[in-house]
């Protein structure tokens, strides 16, 4: 199923919808919760970005100015509410996320794609790298969502339990990988071997690749 193509697609737009609708906000307000909530660790929260998100969002009556605030000597801050159209944009676009896998480009996958650039002995020493930062930040995560539930509703922090389960997963299959490149059990590890050492493929490799130029 493909995702709908929205009037203001930038995730951001979302977690300011999600913002504004406890109450009206002005964009400086808004990031300072954002933030707060730990936002930043999902997505890049910059004022600039943060004002041209808000602004597109008014332009498409998804939020609607309803006044200026000022502090002091600060220039003015515009006051912006959530509409019902955005409202309505918030809760289907929650659904579409909840429902509907996407494909969502990684960097990861990316390295693992042209793994054989490298040789065995050295993929598997960054596989290992890889495997021990896992491992610390899963076991980060984890002590901080332990806490977090202490004081906070599971519901609010289903998005770091799913963070935490999907490095988890991970570091599990980075493991396994290992094991299987470890014990000489990964098929065709020593073709792969031969060709990073002689700089020639065997005929099978060499086919493969093929195949793959051809596709």
């Not at 960097?107 to 650039?117: H, N, P, Q």
């Not at 770091?160 to 999907?166: F, I, K, V």
């Amino acid at each position: 199923m493909v995702a709908k193509r929205r009037k203001v697609g930038n995730l951001l737009a979302l977690a300011v919808l999600s913002t504004v609708v406890q109450r009206p906000m002005h964009p400086y307000e808004v990031m300072s919760l954002l933030r707060a909530r730990g936002k930043e660790a999902d997505m890049e929260i910059k004022l600039g970005s943060l004002y041209t998100v808000m602004r597109n969002l008014a332009k498409h009556g998804f939020v609607e100015v309803v006044g200026t605030t000022r502090e002091g000597a600060r220039p003015e801050r515009t006051v912006y509410r959530i509409t019902k159209a955005g409202q309505a944009e918030m809760v289907d676009w929650v659904r579409e996320l909840v429902s509907t896998p996407q494909p969502e480009p990684r960097r990861f996958t990316a390295g693992l794609s042209v793994l054989a650039a490298l040789s065995p002995e050295e993929a598997t020493a960054l596989l290992r790298q890889r495997l021990a930062l896992l491992e610390r930040e899963c076991a980060a995560r984890r002590e901080s969502l332990t806490h977090d539930l202490q004081t906070v509703p599971r519901l609010f922090l289903i998005e770091d339990e799913y963070e935490l389960a999907t490095h988890e997963a991970e570091a599990a299959w980075v493991r396994s990988l290992l094991d299987d490149l470890s014990s000489g059990t990964f098929p065709g590890l020593a073709e792969w071997r031969r060709w990073k050492a002689t700089g020639e493929m065997s005929p099978a490799m060499a086919e493969l690749a093929e195949r793959g130029a051809e596709e």
